[in-house]
């Protein structure tokens, strides 16, 4: 099977799930690429993809550079983010996914000169090797952020 013909499977199950739900299929699919380099990120970009999802701050640094030229690319940012890291990829990427702690956030809106979406990352398990806010400490953080 192609990436072309797993593509169009991929988007017809998500078409699928969304009309068995009885909700809209405005959904957007994610192409995790933190075994693909730039070319075969390229290669997807050129059958229709936009998301794309990296993991290490230096391999997203690396990608972001060499596919620079394609206009309406859409970078997540999927892994654990050091907060040393945040001034390197803030101003690159459209979302950062793995916001875990209070000094993260912090540091994010420090160093970010426009809007980024972000995601807080809850460990609701309590399992300690397990990142993310507890479910105490994120709902203090949203109390102290007036949301």
Request: aromatic share 8%; hydrophobic share 35%.
């Amino acid at each position: 099977m192609t990436k072309k013909d797993n593509l169009i499977q991929i988007e017809n199950n998500i078409a699928s799930a969304c009309e068995k739900a009885g909700r809209s299929n405005d959904v957007h699919l994610i192409a995790v690429t933190k075994t693909i380099d730039a070319e075969g990120i390229r290669e997807l970009y050129d059958l229709g993809l936009r998301n794309f999802g990296e993991n290490r701050a230096d391999v997203f640094l690396e990608k972001y550079e060499a596919l620079k030229d394609l206009p309406d690319i859409v970078w997540h940012f999927i892994g654990s983010l050091q907060t040393r890291k945040v001034r390197d990829i803030v101003e690159k990427v459209d979302a950062i996914h793995s916001v875990d702690r209070p000094s993260l956030v912090k540091e994010i809106e420090k160093r970010a000169t426009k809007r980024t979406p972000c995601f807080l990352q809850i460990n609701i398990s309590g399992e300690e090797s397990k990142h993310g806010f507890t479910k105490e400490s994120a709902i203090r953080f949203f109390k102290r952020s007036g949301f």
